[in-house]
């Protein structure tokens, strides 16, 4: 089977503007990966400078982003990873002062963890030219253009969430 470059269809040579089809996808998944490959890596970056792993820097990631407090359990879940794996990488965090783990229910089985606001400054400062890039970018784009793109993330994180699903429903317990 011939692929794309022996066919001559180079990156450079592939349509990007509208209605170009098949290559619409690829110019869009092409850009998907390179922003993702930068993002990386920043977040190996970041991970080495403090001594993590690029998977604690996801943990920190999504207790930043939880909309409720964040749980090892939920944490295992949403970064995919076992009972064992995250409470390695909590440790981890722990030690290194970026989370502390709260017991503030009644249950006191029930563990919050928090991330430390020294960290997340620290964090902040170094992912400073990240979000600066975000708002040169965001600055070149209309309200109306921005809620599509907001639209378009949201549906790409709720597929790919859907594909993780079945992943998970596929993979041997």
Do not use: K, W
């Amino acid at each position: 089977m011939a692929t794309a470059n022996q066919h001559g269809q180079h990156g450079h040579e592939r349509g990007n503007g509208p209605g170009n089809g098949p290559s619409d996808l690829y110019v869009l998944a092409a850009g998907l990966r390179r922003m993702n490959g930068e993002i990386n890596r920043l977040v190996h970056s970041f991970a080495g400078s403090r001594g993590l792993h690029a998977t604690d820097v996801q943990a920190l990631a999504a207790i930043l982003d939880a909309r409720e407090p964040m749980t090892p359990g939920r944490l295992r879940d949403q970064l995919g990873l076992t009972s064992g794996a995250v409470t390695a990488c909590v440790d981890r965090l722990e030690r290194a002062g970026h989370v502390r783990r709260v017991r503030e229910s009644a249950d006191r089985r029930v563990v919050h963890l928090h991330y430390v606001p020294e960290a997340r400054e620290a964090a902040r400062t170094y992912f400073r030219p990240l979000a600066e890039a975000a708002a040169a970018t965001r600055a070149r784009f209309d309200e109306d253009e921005l809620a599509v793109v907001i639209r378009f993330l949201t549906a790409m994180n709720e597929e790919l969430r859907a594909v993780r699903s079945d992943d998970d429903r596929r993979s041997p317990a």
